[in-house]
């Protein structure tokens, strides 16, 4: 898409690489564990949990359990990190993303909420979106297209396109009888990584014009409005990182 500077995000890329080369282990360590925590914050807070960033990081980096919370919202914040901390695992193995392997991250999602990894046998609807899933019989054919089309749209779209087609795309079709959103924003970050870039994080600040943007693209393929959001998402990661680590910057751990 000619409307998007890619080259300029490639060299944010190559810079953001360069610096992340030289930095010390434990510099590294305490960025990427300082994003999850927050992204599980996020992605679980986007869709109704109640969970502050500080109680979240209590019971993620300290094991100690919330007060006054339902079981429900510590499990989604629990089993967000340990998705997010598998997928860390199958990039760092390089393993391309499939269908079992986004069922098993759904699995992960889901533990102690529902059944995961299984796709819907029911009708379901998207409250407040004009788009309607489709049916279960056409969702199982639509996510076998989305499958198939993955290796060719990879080839042929930017990585940065590629995962915001890939959110988009998943999200439309809802094959999960729950736990779509979170689902889909951490396979567009299995894409983002596997592609070299920062994963990035929506906040439910941002809600509304997330899910509208989202809502445009499954009425009319209309992808542009949610990857103008992940390319500046992206963007800003990669410049934060750039002005935090960069020469000169102060590499400071908590």
Do not use: C
Not at 150 to 168: C, G, I, K, L, S
Not at 202 to 213: F, H, L, M
Not at 222 to 247: M, R
Request: hydrophobic residues 40%.
């Amino acid at each position: 898409m000619t409307d998007f500077d890619y080259k300029a995000l490639d060299r944010l890329r190559a810079d953001m690489s360069r610096i992340a080369s030289t930095l010390p282990p434990d510099v590294l360590d305490n960025y990427n564990r300082d994003f999850d925590v927050t992204y599980a914050h996020d992605s679980t807070q986007i869709e109704g949990n109640t969970l502050s960033l500080v109680e979240t990081k209590v019971l993620l980096e300290d094991g100690i359990s919330i007060g006054g919370k339902k079981l429900r919202e510590v499990y989604e914040v629990t089993n967000h990190d340990r998705a997010f901390t598998y997928v860390r695992q199958l990039i760092r193995e390089g393993r391309p993303l499939d269908e079992e392997l986004v069922k098993d991250i759904h699995e992960i999602l889901m533990q102690n909420i529902m059944q995961g990894g299984i796709y819907r046998s029911h009708a379901v609807r998207i409250i407040g979106a004009s788009h309607r899933p489709p049916e279960p019989y056409d969702m199982l054919q639509q996510i076998k297209f989305f499958f198939a089309d993955m290796p060719t749209n990879r080839d042929r779209m930017h990585p940065v396109e590629f995962a915001a087609w890939t959110h988009a795309e998943f999200v439309r079709i809802h094959p999960f009888a729950d736990g779509n959103g979170r689902t889909s924003r951490m396979i567009m970050n299995y894409q983002l990584m596997a592609g070299g870039f920062l994963p990035i994080s929506i906040k439910a600040e941002n809600q509304a014009p997330y899910y509208t943007a989202l809502d445009q693209y499954a009425t009319e393929r209309n992808l542009v409005p949610f990857l103008t959001q992940v390319y500046d998402h992206e963007k800003a990661a990669l410049l934060d990182f750039i002005a935090s680590y960069g020469e000169g910057a102060a590499h400071v751990t908590h």
